[in-house]
């Protein structure tokens, strides 16, 4: 893996041939961070990367709301239904890292059902940060949901290691309410019809105490976070393949009335894969 933006010491000098990189600065041969071998980073190294806003001097957090999202080069962000087609080892691994920085996992019932989800697990690597930041051992999953068409004896309700939280509106039915909380999931209401509203999404996680927020999708739930105006950072995988097809984009729904600009915060690459990280300007 190499970074390809932030410039860096290193990737200075590989425009420059002969370059002095002075010893021991980032990016220097040897020393941590070394961003121009292609070589496979560490999860701390990915972390920092991909840390969130540091929290104010007052220590009080305002949510942060990041998207990991992934798409091949003509547009699709699944193939046959699934993102893992066109994803990758080192996709996975910033998948990994990311929800071992989040609070919580927002996600879509559609792709609870699709892509077969289960709990977050607690990552060794980053047991001592998670504690020393106010963190549980794992994140907890949150997923959103009109009609609570969901399978209650999965271990995504019955086994996690943190209590997996159900966000619907005050009109979703009783009894699938009741069966979500006899499974053991934490029921939260956001919305005052059958589904949510985006903007009371956020503000009931941070109520909570969540506020590094982390969404995997799907497209209809991230169009809904994109087009309410909530979404702070999307970090998205560009795939170097081709798979044609009808498959969706990373956010569908209707369209915003004005183009949203964000700005490139980071680059990284490895194996023809790019790794975006794109924040509000």
């Not at 990373?250 to 369209?255: E, L, Y």
């Amino acid at each position: 893996m190499r970074r390809l933006f932030p410039v860096t010491y290193e990737t200075a000098a590989q425009g420059a041939a002969g370059a002095a990189v002075p010893p021991g600065a980032p990016g220097a041969p040897g020393a941590p961070g070394a961003d121009g071998a292609d070589r496979e980073w560490g999860l701390l190294e990915l972390a920092e990367v991909y840390a969130y806003p540091a929290a104010p001097a007052d220590g009080v957090r305002t949510p942060w709301l990041r998207a990991n999202m992934v798409s091949t080069l003509d547009g699709a962000a699944q193939h046959e239904g699934k993102s893992q087609g066109i994803s990758s080892a080192a996709d996975m691994r910033i998948f990994g890292v990311l929800r071992a920085l989040a609070d919580v996992v927002l996600v879509g019932a559609e792709t609870v059902r699709q892509e077969g989800y289960r709990p977050a697990r607690a990552r060794a690597e980053f047991a001592a940060s998670r504690e020393a930041s106010g963190q549980g051992p794992a994140p907890a999953i949150a997923v959103v949901t009109a009609g609570l068409d969901l399978d209650f004896s999965l271990p995504l309700f019955t086994a996690p290691l943190v209590p997996t939280l159900i966000l619907t509106g005050a009109a979703a039915a009783p009894d699938r309410v009741a069966a979500a909380g006899k499974a053991g999931a934490e029921v939260v209401f956001a919305g005052e019809g059958a589904g949510v509203d985006p903007a009371r999404v956020v503000q009931a996680l941070a109520d909570r105490g969540l506020t590094r927020l982390l969404t995997e999708g799907g497209p209809r739930l991230l169009g809904r976070l994109v087009a309410a105006g909530v979404l702070d950072e999307l970090c998205l995988t560009m795939s170097p393949t081709l798979t044609a097809g009808g498959a969706q984009r990373i956010a569908g729904g209707p369209s915003v009335e004005v183009p949203e600009r964000l700005e490139l915060a980071s680059l990284l690459e490895e194996a023809g894969f790019l790794f975006t990280r794109y924040r509000r300007s």
